[in-house]
């Protein structure tokens, strides 16, 4: 898309650096007159305070350079947490600031010189900079000194010898990846701060920009090395430039008032500027072949010349030095499609979505099919289309033309001011019987119903007669879950695969097992009165992680049975309502240890009785999250339970600005803690990745106990990843789950891989881990595994992972 503010029109800055570096560069004020006052309101990401907090302070302090040097005119701004402007202020010439009137609280403090910016202390990142805390009625005095830089400078020649006035420098610093500016003067010198390191430098606008010496590439141009305190002269002459202009007009044909234009050469998207009131654009274009494009307003669809929607069958343009190249268009009129929904036997199909959905999902029109069948809708834009369609009960989807998947879809081309139509049958649909019988003796099933899935749709049913029968199914290949009724003991069973014909019924028979439940019951520990709304999640050995939900609460009774269970031995976890706090169900008491909970066997065909969970009243956990290196972390996930870092439990809080958190509703007993953030593995109290040898924090009930944690940087697997033939080759995660505990500790997707499939997984060190793996296509999970080969995790190999450095772990998918 072509997605620019309008700011650049004078520059390509971020908002913040746009302002900040137009108030401190005093020859580009005087360019841009008003634009930068009314700017310091209107870019995002600014804000003015709407009253004045009721206490304030001050901020002071000195700004250096890297070698002690005062700054004179940088500019000091405090920011709040949510990055509000507050107040700013410029040095003298002792590097001296004052920032009055602060409200009271947090701070992040920006220094700028020029196009430079950096927060306190020493930090490049926003993000990074440290909240600071100013006293109302008080001075909270921050010195800052600058990271090391140097200067770039030189003269900027035209193609036809002379100066170049006002060109722009952009300068791209490949140590930090970041972008420094300014313009030339009216001789064509310029001279430019910048951070020591490796730069690029380009001259020009962004439609024909060079970079030295005299690339129109910037990998074809040369590094500049800059060190702190040097500066480093670098002349430029400027290529012969060709000229793209054009009139672009409304559907209507009226002209076109600030439309953006844009270059593309291949993939590189360049800005050429805007129209004017009379439609009218010009910009200056380096030799070569470019697609021009536009967009009607900065929320429209992109649109290139002459009339194309597809950038691919727009005309390329040859620019030439010294010439002319124009390219004139306007606006795509709209479109409008139609069609008739009907049965195969010709019955009009009423009631049914219809979405008419652009191939690039940029776009999309619905509509709903009237008494007759048909629909209609207009003011489509002109481009590519696929059409589906929905029956009232939203069991089935349908693609023009009789496709059941999105991908076999038929591709329909909608041209500017056409009318299309688009007429489809309605395909039959296919009836599923399911019968189930008792794998042990054969006999069959009554109460059950049935979930089927099937490309393009999903619907369910319930046993009649023994036999849940689904029908108007689409056609093709599916799978058919069974949940027994709930009075019985058999268990769930999913994936069973089935095949749908259309107009055809298919019988399947399937084979359930037979699982036992839990009766469970919850009383006030002290009075021994029942109580209700206690809801229960049975775990089994080595499966760490409570999910995020629970099925099984008391009553007002204080009691409650689950559904079927498969056979094994469990661990209750107690969800506690009200006042009371939550816990692990013991043999004669709650406790924090999954370790001390009761075990419960289930056994087939009956129904076991657990030891009641005796609640007391919740405590709490309270302390600060550290990084490795001493700061406070804030948005840190704490818990006392470890789940999918992709959804999380909910069991959890997160740290707040200066890395405090508490976490409520815990049960009095001694409980270890979980703790995951940016730039840290996730760890248990104590930096262990085994939460049985983690250090429990005692908590009393109506208390709260004070627990701080430095976070350890710990230890990673490293490694390659091999996709055999018929997997997804760039959709694929892995997962460190302990081996013992089974709590999931650390996470990789493959769209942070490396060259040739690698990957980094940061894990707390010194513990056993089972890695797990998916392969994922269209959204959709194809295959899970084990390393190494395994067929479950019981089975899978253990990988002891070193307490620091890098072990290296090949894993292949399959």
Known sequence: MLRRVAIDRYLSWSPVAFVMGALVNRSLLVRLGGVVAAGLLMVGGISVPAAAAAAAGNVDGVYLDHAGAPILDAFVVAWDEDGSYLAGASTDAQGHYLLAGVPEGAVRLSFQTESLIQWAPGELNQEAGRLYQVPADGTLTVDERRLPAGVVSGTV??????????????????????????????????????????????????????????????????????????????????????????????????????????????????????????????????????????????????????????????????????????????????????????????TPKAGFEVNVTSTDDQRGYGATTGPDGTWRVDDVYPGEYQISFTNPAYSRTQWAYGKTSRDDAAVITVDGGASVTVDETWLTGATLAVKAVDEVTGAPVTDFCVQVEADGGYDQGCATGGTATVADLSPGAGVVDVLPGEATYFLRDDDNPVTLVSGQTATITVPLAKGGKVSLTAADRKTGAAVGETCFVLMTAGRGGLPDGYDDCTGSRGGVTTAALAPGTYAAFAVAPGTYGHQWVGPAGGTGDQRAAARIVVTADRTVTAPAARLDQAGSITGVVKGSDGTPIEDANVSFTAWSFGSGPIHDVSTDSRGRYTLGKLGPYAWPLSFSANGHPRQWSGNVGNRFKAVHIPVKAGASATYNIKLSRGAALTGKVTIPAGLPADGWRLTAINAVTGDQMAEFDSYAQGPGGTYRMPVIGSQQVKISWLATGEGNIVKRGWYDHASDQSAATRVAVPASGAKRVDVTLG
């Open 157 to 346: 020649t035209g193609a036809d010898g002379g100066p170049a006035s006002w060109v722009q420098v952009n300068v791209h610093d490949l140590t930090h990846d970041s972008y420094a500016y300014t313009y030339a003067d009216d001789a064509g010198r310029y001279a430019v701060t910048v951070w020591a390191g490796d730069h690029r430098v380009g001259f020009g606008p962004d439609s024909a920009r060079q970079w030295a010496p005299q690339a129109v590439r910037e990998g074809d141009a040369d590094t500049y090395s800059v060190a702190a305190g040097a500066s480093v002269q670098l002349d430029e002459t400027l290529l012969a430039t060709g000229t793209v202009r054009g009139r672009l007009t409304t559907a209507d044909g009226g002209p076109l008032v600030s439309a953006q234009v844009q270059l593309f050469e291949g993939d590189r998207q360049m800005y050429g500027g805007y129209t004017d009131d009379q439609g009218d654009y010009s910009f200056p274009a380096l030799p070569g072949e470019y697609v021009v494009g536009f967009q009607a307003d900065l929320n429209g669809p992109d649109q290139y010349i002459p009339g194309a929607v597809d950038r691919s069958k727009a005309t390329v343009f040859t620019v030439v030095a010294g010439q002319t190249v124009v390219a004139d268009d306007s606006v795509l009129k709209p479109a409008s499609v139609s069609g008739r929904l009907a049965g195969a036997d010709g």
